[in-house]
């Protein structure tokens, strides 16, 4: 038997006492001694282990690798001197409890070696802990933690799939949480909206009322309710009603749970109704009044021409109220979608000739002329088309107040009928024409207001719209106006067209052609476009595009005739994120000199959130200078 190390009596003894599993080794790694709790477990006596080899005793588990057993451990420790703790060690050992069954038991080993004073290995002690409640405890905690990730998991899923913004704070009111509507919304991540807070997204005539009930309900633990205006990602200002709850544990505030309702459009519809009424009452109060005062003086004079001129004016303002009214029932019917259209063949000569006597005989102190007419069968509600064109006259009239000529005219341009009515009065200044076609507004001279509430071209749009037809206007400040309205004398169908596969296209409305040399789309549109020409076209561009791998058009609207502004929104919000997607990185717009449609492109750009750089240009050349040097 090989010499053991020789250690006093007194440590041996220590070592087989202490509680704990305890095995000592010599330096060549013979078993010295063990404690009595090792040698329980392990189910063996002293003198069993006492001399052996600890490698004969415990040979190496083929199934373990090297690395991760016993020898690689003790050779570790030989080798440096130092401690050496195993990876965890999971033994499978009997269940006491249930026969044929065993149970995982988890140990952590460590090999500790102990030196004479010249830096000598005198022995080793291999102490081993049974860890398996700890792993036990371990695993709990992670399940429950899984659970909690998994509940905060699916809370987050609901929350970002509420439509409107939600939001959390802490007790003291800094903000921790938003859903991604938030994110969207004003174009922020989480972490910069938790650094920046509301403060910076609220409107600044807002935020004083904001702060005092946001201050309130933080000092009560009460519940904070506000209407407020928000920035969005796209720098306008949309209203929101803001409500948060405490959540009180215990009596104690743990967290503050918030929504943003987007009211936008019922805050709208709110002061758009206000201001109708008020413009109405007044409106209608006006024609009335003099209606009253005439009939006042007709009461009071026996002077017959005295009389006839009362008559006349009462009649005029008569036939003022009379429009009034008949607008207010319109734009109801109109928004109740119960506006009815009864379409039958007329002479479109006859009415426009019954619109210009209709209107003459109230407006003494203008001449109306009819220059051309068109003398051909149309298709449509006679009464309507006539209320636009009594509409376009009357508001010739109304915005010429110096009277003069009011010029009418008609043609036949690409399978349309175009009138036009032209005024010599005030005009409009450019920055009006974007908001002239708002439902209730009126272009208002700085010295002069004029009777109207502004209904009238929204009827008219309304009107051609169910005709399949568009209106426009070209006009320059103290000069006068030309207001247009065209109606088609066919329904738009798919037109015959030349295409050459990925490199060329050219229907009625648009050509469009690869170009090779600049590695670009050159998209030409011409005539009049509505929302079916313009979505067919702009399809027609998107897969020429990915076609030829390029990210670039040069867009030429020159020669567009008129408006196609119930394309706009379209162009804005859906096709320009999708065609971004199909690699276009640069737009070069070359505007039509009609503003109309220079206003329906800009709407269009506005609407667009996205990395496409657009420019806008009066002539080709800048625009392929530009569009040639990305």
Not at 127 to 143: A, C, G, M, P
Not at 272 to 291: G, Q, Y
Not at 596 to 602: H, N
Request: charged share 25%; glycine share 6%.
């Amino acid at each position: 038997m090989e010499q053991l190390a020789v250690l006093p009596a007194a440590l041996l003894k220590t070592y087989e006492t202490v509680p704990g599993l305890y095995l000592v080794l010599s330096p060549e790694l013979t078993v010295l001694t063990a404690s009595d709790a090792y040698l329980a477990a392990q189910g063996l006596t002293r003198a069993e282990v006492k001399g052996r080899d600890f490698f004969g005793l415990f040979p190496q588990d083929p199934l373990i690798p090297f690395e991760l057993g016993f020898s690689a451990s003790l050779q570790r420790v030989l080798d440096t001197r130092q401690p050496h703790q195993l990876p965890l060690l999971r033994l499978e050992l009997p269940d006491p409890d249930y026969k044929g069954n065993t149970v995982s038991r988890y140990w952590d080993i460590t090999h500790t070696p102990f030196l004479d004073e010249n830096g000598a290995i005198q022995y080793i002690i291999q102490y081993s802990f049974d860890v398996s409640n700890l792993i036990s405890e371990r695993k709990k905690v992670e399940q429950r933690e899984k659970k909690i990730a998994a509940s905060e998991k699916h809370l987050e899923f609901l929350l970002n799939a509420m439509p409107q913004q939600v939001w959390t704070a802490t007790a003291h009111g800094i903000i921790n949480y938003v859903n991604e509507i938030c994110c969207r919304d004003f174009g922020q991540s989480l972490e910069e909206l938790r650094g920046v807070g509301w403060q910076s997204f609220v409107h600044p005539d807002d935020l004083p009322a904001c702060i005092r009930a946001w201050s309130y309900a933080l000092g009560q633990n009460s519940e904070y309710s506000v209407e407020f205006r928000l920035r969005m990602a796209d720098g306008q200002y949309k209203w929101h009603l803001g409500k948060a709850i405490p959540l009180i544990e215990s009596g104690e505030l743990k967290m503050w749970m918030g929504t943003n309702t987007n009211i936008d459009i019922q805050k709208s519809n709110e002061q758009r109704k206000d201001e109708f009424l008020a413009i109405a009452s007044h409106e209608l109060k006006t024609p009335l009044t003099s209606i009253k005062a005439f009939n006042q003086l007709m009461k009071r004079t026996n002077d017959p021409e005295k009389l006839h001129g009362f008559v006349e004016k009462s009649a005029s303002n008569i036939f003022r109220l009379e429009q009034l009214i008949t607008d207010l029932l319109d734009v109801t019917k109109i928004n109740s979608g119960s506006m009815s259209f009864n379409k039958a063949e007329f002479n479109f000569n006859e009415i426009m000739q019954r619109a210009v006597d209709a209107v003459q005989a109230v407006s003494p102190d203008h001449e109306l002329l009819l220059e051309h007419s068109i003398d051909l069968p149309y298709h449509g509600d006679l009464l309507r088309i006539e209320q636009v064109l009594i509409n376009f006259l009357t508001n010739a009239v109304k915005y010429s107040p110096n009277g003069g000529k009011v010029l009418m005219k008609g043609k036949i341009q690409s399978d349309n009928i175009v009138v036009s009515v032209q005024d010599f009065g005030i005009g409009i200044a450019a920055f009006e024409m974007e908001r002239l076609f708002d439902r209730y507004y009126r272009v208002d001279n700085e010295d002069l207001r004029y009777e109207g509430l502004g209904l009238g071209l929204f009827i008219c749009s309304e009107i051609l719209k169910a005709h399949q037809g568009s209106f426009w206007l070209e006009s320059q400040l103290d000069a006068g106006s030309t207001f247009y309205f065209r109606l088609p004398l066919k329904e738009y169908a798919a037109v015959d067209c030349q295409v050459e596969r990925h490199q060329f296209y050219k229907d009625d409305s648009l050509t469009v052609s690869y170009n090779k040399v600049n590695h670009r789309l050159d998209a030409y549109w011409t005539g009049f476009n509505n929302k079916e020409t313009v979505q067919h076209g702009a399809m027609v561009m998107l897969g020429m595009l990915r076609a030829n791998e390029c990210s670039k058009i040069l867009n030429d609207n020159r020669a567009v005739l008129g408006t196609w502004s119930d394309a706009s929104e379209w162009v804005g919000e859906i096709w320009f994120p999708m065609i971004e997607k199909g690699g276009l990185t640069h737009f070069a717009w070359i505007n039509s000199n009609d503003v109309f449609c220079q206003l329906s492109a800009k709407k269009s750009a506005d609407l667009y959130i996205g990395n496409v750089d657009i420019q806008f240009f009066g002539e080709i050349q800048s625009a392929e200078d530009w569009i040639n040097s990305k």
